[in-house]
């Protein structure tokens, strides 16, 4: 006759210690999808205080308008000279989207319309999208980025298009 000298399992305690890990488990899964949202419609901040090189003068038509993700703005070129316009909404700082079928700027998380010169067209947003200061050194471009230097606005006046001349 063989004796079983294996310890008693207590089926409460397994099955308490399997619902503990289940329900750890569960509450990991939308923690970590809520962060990937909101970093997703945040995003990270642009670096402060830096110039981004967008290329030359004479790279640029009139009615162009480049993303420069990593400043998180939008380089246009206007009858006047250049434009850098923030990516982030005024509203709710989500990122706009250029849609250069209609030439509006789009937010992706409140809907807020914008015109290619950042006024609005369409809110929640009551304010045009914010500006970059712009220089040139020898033809290139510079963007002065960074969520300090972000220039608001209450309307779009020439003086806010770098000039070429």
Known sequence: M????APEVDPIRRNLFRLMFVGVAAGLVPATA???????????????????????????EVGDVRLFGAGEFYLIRVDEGFLAINQRSTHMRCKVVWKASSREFVS????????DKGEVIRGP?????????????GGELLVLVGDENVLKRDEFKREQVYSLG
């Open 125 to 137: 947003a009551s304010r045009p999208l914010g500006t970059h200061r712009i220089r040139a050194d």
């Open 34 to 60: 809520t962060v990937a949202g909101i970093k997703f419609l945040w995003g990270p901040k642009s670096p402060e205080g830096v110039e981004i090189r967008a290329g030359n003068v004479n790279d640029y």
């Open 2 to 5: 063989a004796v079983n000298n």
């Open 108 to 115: 992706s998380c409140d809907g807020s319309i914008f015109d």
